[in-house]
């Protein structure tokens, strides 16, 4: 999910922590914003590891969502950081469930990240495979909604938190629970279309009854997207013939690190003045007939790589927002 709805979770988390706290604990201020900072820290340390930005986008790819997102982290984080906000609050003896509450903050970032295209590695060591559900987008303007309204219902003391956030975070499963049967039988839709000789799959938009779609073949990437009961067909992208300029960049660091990001590629090549440059694109992640994220690997006339460039092709405010 994007930052503020992981920071806007923390906060109604934090309402969740004290809605079913002991009420003796939560007499003492400082246990009452130990909470909060556990709640709403935890919520967003798993992408800490967007501080690796600074090495270039191909170290960012390779290590986002990777490690600090994995099975160790989910209680490597609350570890290192319930000390630290116990300490900073005063309020050490609330450790145990400043501990608690910052593992349920990690824990609900990676369970939401894995309903994204986009993608998480959170079984590692035991897998290095990057998991995606394709349910929910990376911004859900409902989603974003129903912690905001209880939020705002909590701070104008409207409702108490023992009324506004058990009903939040049941209705965000519910809510979840009804994507999930919905991709379903969206993805129904498609296979009926396309049959079951190919590979299809969903990428999740920002309403439930809006979606994109690929449909695999052969011999090309079928895209196009679903709006209620109509499915409209949008662009094909061709896969090509494998030629010894594709396969030559294959083998380099940078492709093998695209590659275990994505499985579904589009590869194109040009021949330039003196070497080729190979187009890799992401099929996720289309706007139109364009597909804006990917690689370009430079060839010499030898087919050796002599340089790559790894991102986004598009301005920052234009879709596909990911």
């Known amino acids: 999910m994007d930052t503020g709805t992981h920071l806007l979770i923390g906060a ?7 809605s079913l ?17 556990a709640t709403i820290i935890g919520s967003n340390a798993p992408d800490f590891d967007t501080v690796i930005r600074i ?16 099975l160790p982290m989910l209680a490597g984080w609350p570890l290192v950081l319930a000390p630290l906000i116990a300490l900073a609050f005063h309020a050490w003896a609330y450790l145990l469930p400043i501990f608690l509450w910052t593992m349920a903050g990690v824990m609900f970032h990676v369970f939401l990240d894995l309903f994204n295209a986009y993608g998480v590695q959170c079984f590692r ?11 929910i987008p990376i911004f859900d303007p409902i989603l974003f909604s129903l912690h905001a309204a209880g939020l705002l219902l909590w ?18 499963f519910l809510f979840i629970g009804c994507r999930l049967l919905i991709g379903r039988f969206m993805l129904q839709l498609v296979r009926r279309r396309y ?41 094909i992208f061709e896969k090509g013939e494998q030629n010894d300029i594709i396969q030559a960049v294959m083998g380099s660091d940078g492709v093998r690190t695209f590659l275990r990001f994505t499985h579904r590629v589009h590869i194109s090549c040009q ?27 430079m060839l010499d006339e030898r087919l050796q790589v002599i340089g790559d460039t790894i991102g986004w092709r598009k301005k920052m405010w234009e879709p596909p927002y990911a």
């Open 195 to 235: 049959g079951t000789a190919g590979y299809s799959f969903l990428i999740p938009r920002g309403l439930p009854h809006e979606w994109k779609y690929v449909h695999e073949t052969g011999q090309a990437y079928i895209t196009g997207s679903i709006r209620g009961l109509t499915l409209k067909e949008e662009a």
């Open 55 to 70: 090495r270039g986008y191909k170290s960012y790819l390779q290590h986002h969502r990777g490690f600090s997102h994995s």
């Open 271 to 297: 021949k330039l003045q003196d070497g080729y440059k190979v187009e890799l694109r992401d099929v996720r992640f289309r706007h139109g007939h364009d597909l804006p994220f990917g690689m370009d690997v």
């Open 155 to 172: 701070v104008f003391d409207v409702f108490g938190t023992a009324a506004v956030f058990p009903l939040v975070y049941a209705l965000t």
């Open 125 to 135: 060591p035991v897998s290095r495979r990057w998991f995606h559900a394709d349910i």
């Open 21 to 37: 706290t002991d009420p003796a604990l939560i007499s003492h201020s400082t246990a009452v914003y130990g909470l909060f900072a």
């Open 12 to 18: 109604t988390l934090g309402g969740l922590a004290i």
